[in-house]
């Protein structure tokens, strides 16, 4: 996740999931090469790795989402941007509602942290925690994420 415009008006920030998103379609290939290979050397055995190729295309479909979340000052809205390969939602709310930027965080069963930002709404129709992601990870830095939404907020106002 990254800020890809931060100016008076507008805040932009990002999250591009090329990372997954490359070894999911590697792993795809790679499952299907190693059946294809033992299939064609006569094993009929590589059938199941050549059908065990759609698994990770399918984690591609359910796991690769782009995110976009645009601050608009202007016009005083705030607009949360998905699109998978599936389609696209967008989704807006009203900027005076924003209260702050907070990160969340998450122990996984080795007990190494994970985290996310999240957007405070403590009132109104859209009240409640509003994550830009909705996986946690430990790839970018969350906390001066929070700091520059919030900083970029507290200027808005």
Known sequence: MKITRNLPE???????????????????????????SVFLGGETFG???????????????AFARRVQVLFLK??????FRRRTLMGASEVQH???????????????????????????????????????????DNFSDHHGMANTINTWLAQAR
């Open 47 to 61: 059938l199941l790795f050549m059908a065990a190729s759609v698994i990770p295309f399918g984690l591609l479909f």
């Open 94 to 136: 009203d900027l005076a509602s924003i209260s702050e930027a907070i990160v969340q965080t998450s122990h996984g069963s080795d007990g190494a942290p994970t985290h996310r930002v999240a957007l405070i709404i403590p009132e109104g129709e859209s009240a409640g925690t509003h994550p830009i992601t909705l996986a946690y």
């Open 10 to 36: 507008q805040l932009i920030v990002e999250n591009r999931p090329w990372i997954l998103s490359i070894a999911l379609v590697a792993g795809g290939l790679i499952f299907f090469g190693i059946g294809l």
């Open 74 to 79: 202007e016009q005083g809205t705030l607009t």
